[in-house]
């Protein structure tokens, strides 16, 4: 069974970090490009980042840019997501998953989930 595991949430204050992991299992992950996605109550899921097959390209959301970093470990079979200088509005629940990103005709970052097949996901939550 093919599945995506998310790991590495927690209650942490604003100015925080965490790192996130996303493990596979059942399939090999170096042949997807694979992604963060989040969803606040109340809210849509959105794109947070997304990294190529081999992680020589990575996209973030404007929200994110220059506070999380995206990066993955095929030897692990694993992705991982480092969120530093947290802000309540990041509080959500992560899911990771096969992504496909790039950029619009008005430079605007898209990152776009290939399936919805979702896992548990791992929740994040800032607060004081």
């Known amino acids: 069974q093919l599945q995506l595991v998310e790991s590495g949430g927690g209650l942490v204050q604003p100015g925080g970090s965490l790192r996130l992991s996303c493990a596979a299992s059942?399939?090999?992950?170096?042949?997807?490009?694979i992604g963060w996605f989040r969803q606040a109550p109340g809210k849509e899921r959105e794109g947070v980042s997304c990294?190529?097959?081999?992680?020589?390209?990575?996209y973030y959301a404007d929200s994110v840019k220059g506070r999380f970093t995206i990066s993955r470990d095929n030897a692990k079979n694993t992705v991982y997501l480092q969120m530093n200088n947290l802000k309540p509005e990041d509080t959500a629940v992560y899911y990771c998953?096969?992504?496909?990103?790039?950029?619009?005709?008005?430079?605007?970052?898209?990152?776009?989930?290939?399936?919805?097949?979702w896992g548990q996901g791992t929740q994040v939550t800032v607060s004081s």
């Open positions: 059942g399939f090999t992950l170096d042949y997807s490009a």
């Open positions: 998953a096969r992504c496909t990103a790039g950029y619009s005709g008005d430079y605007s970052t898209y990152i776009n989930p290939v399936s919805e097949n």
């Open positions: 990294i190529s097959r081999l992680g020589d390209r990575t």
